[in-house]
């Protein structure tokens, strides 16, 4: 029986999140300790803070790209 596909709502903005005129991407992180979380990365390159800690992709600051 053919149906329909329900409306989905608002589409929230697509924000880029740049680091040097480079788009971060997100991705897993597992920490040592087996916590994870979802870190940001360049080239396939996870960011680290100067501590070694991965920085998480909500705390990367985002800019709009036009």
Known sequence: MAGFKATRG??????KRMLN???I???????KN???LMAGSV???IVFDTDG??????SIQHTSIE
Not at 10 to 15: D, L, P
Not at 25 to 31: A, N
Not at 53 to 58: E, K, M, T, V, W
Request: glycine share 14%.
């Open 43 to 45: 080239d396939g390159e």
């Open 34 to 36: 087996g916590k994870q």
């Open 10 to 15: 608002q589409r929230s903005h697509n924000w």
């Open 53 to 58: 800690n991965a920085i998480p992709f909500r």
């Open 25 to 31: 991407k997100p991705c897993l992180y597992c920490g």
């Open 21 to 23: 005129g480079v788009e």
